[in-house]
């Protein structure tokens, strides 16, 4: 993952347009990538955080503050709309894992049998923030959503608030990355290390525990 996002600049210079500002052409890209990422759930070969911190800090680049809104709507409807297909996608799931013991191995690992045994009903909302967050809860909120009997009209309305949150926080400390006056390719190596801190911290078994504790009404 991080070997993908360290190649994410040269990426997205590559296909910036030649006034430098994004085009259309762009904009259904950056879509695209995350309605992938979002709308399958076992699609962790996206790194959706380091595109869009990268993608801010190009917009903070540009010093445009109207392109950093059009960034947060075109992201936060992207990931939206890919929580509305994980949903039934999660529920198509469950149905192969009475069928396939590969896929019932898997999607009934522990995380999922201590979310289905002890979920805190009333941290719906923080359940699913979290996911859009942090990679390793995002598989487990639309399995957990159909296992516990969650409402799509209420899991939409939850997902709405975390993907636009999650939209608008990661491009908006991209934006502040990119209007630093570093040396040439500082604002590339502080966004590099930043994600590398954040990804080692959630790598830890303790620090994992802790988030899964937060779901969960554990006695």
Same mark, same amino acid.
């Given at each position: ?8 600049? &040269? ?7 030649? &006034? ?30 380091? =595109?869009?911190?990268? *993608? ?7 010093? &445009?503050?109207?392109?950093?809104? =059009? ?14 297909? &994980? ?6 799931? =469950? ?7 590969? *896929?019932?191995? /898997? ?7 201590? =979310?289905?045994?002890?979920? /805190? /009903?009333?941290? %719906?909302?923080?359940?699913? *923030? ?10 487990? *909120?639309?399995?957990?959503? /159909? ?40 604002? %590339? %190596? ?30």
């Amino acid at each position: 993952m991080f070997m993908i996002a360290a190649e994410l600049p &040269n990426w997205i210079n590559q296909i910036v347009n030649v &006034n430098g500002s994004f085009g259309l052409t762009e904009f259904i890209i950056f879509f695209m990538l995350i309605f992938i990422e979002t709308g399958g759930i076992f699609i962790g070969w996206i790194p959706g955080d380091a =595109l869009l911190i990268t *993608v801010g800090s190009i917009a903070g680049m540009h010093h &445009n503050f109207t392109e950093l809104g =059009l960034l947060i709507l075109t992201f936060g409807f992207a990931s939206l709309l890919g929580d509305a297909v &994980n949903y039934y996608f999660g529920a198509w799931l =469950l149905r192969q894992a009475r069928r396939i013991k590969f *896929v019932d191995r /898997h999607l009934n690992g522990k995380l999922m049998q201590r =979310l289905s045994a002890s979920f /805190h /009903h009333r941290r %719906w909302l923080l359940f699913i *923030v979290a996911g859009r967050f942090l990679p390793f809860v995002r598989t487990a *909120v639309p399995l957990t959503a /159909h296992q516990l009997g969650l409402a799509f009209v209420d899991y939409i309305r939850m997902a709405a608030f975390a993907s636009f949150v999650w939209a608008t926080s990661i491009l908006s400390l991209g934006y502040f990355f990119g209007h630093l006056s570093l040396p040439d390719g500082g604002s %590339w %190596w502080l966004i590099g290390g930043f994600l590398v801190l954040v990804g080692s911290a959630l790598a830890l078994p303790k620090v994992r525990e802790r988030i899964i504790k937060l779901f969960l009404d554990e006695k």
